[in-house]
């Protein structure tokens, strides 16, 4: 089992900027990737970004430009930062482990998965 603890959600106003925290434990070696997902309340969870052991990072159409994932393995922690909020990225957002693997369209995840909790964002206008 491995568990996710998401940190580092709030409000902030359009243009603002937010860090995301998820840390790790438990059996961590039986994944190797950790990926941050979020869901807007009416709509679908859709990925934001992904990043793997060996720090390859692949990032959704939404988080292009704007937010980066990094990791800092002595901490077991990955991190999301965001920048140049905007209304739209209103949502929940999810921390999610799995053991992924590099296909055609990107980054798959192919094994158990784990969710964190979920930490909330909401930008104003």
């Known amino acids: 089992q491995v568990q996710l603890v998401e940190s580092g959600g709030g409000l902030v106003q359009a243009g603002g900027s937010l860090r995301l925290s998820c840390t790790a434990s438990?059996?961590?070696?039986?994944?190797?990737?950790v990926g941050w997902y979020r869901q807007a309340p009416g709509k679908q969870r859709e990925l934001v970004a992904i990043?793997?052991?060996?720090?390859?990072?692949e990032y959704g159409a939404s988080a292009k430009g704007r937010f980066t994932i990094s990791r800092d393995n002595a901490k077991n922690t990955v991190y999301l930062q965001m920048n140049s909020l905007k209304p739209e990225d209103t949502a929940d957002y999810y921390c999610?482990?799995?053991?992924?693997?590099?296909?055609?369209?990107?980054?798959?995840?192919?094994?158990?998965?784990?969710w964190g909790q979920g930490t909330q964002v909401t930008v104003s206008s």
């Open positions: 999610y482990g799995d053991v992924f693997r590099l296909g055609p369209t990107g980054w798959v995840p192919v094994g158990v998965g784990y």
């Open positions: 990043i793997t052991n060996d720090g390859s990072a």
């Open positions: 438990g059996s961590i070696f039986s994944i190797n990737g």
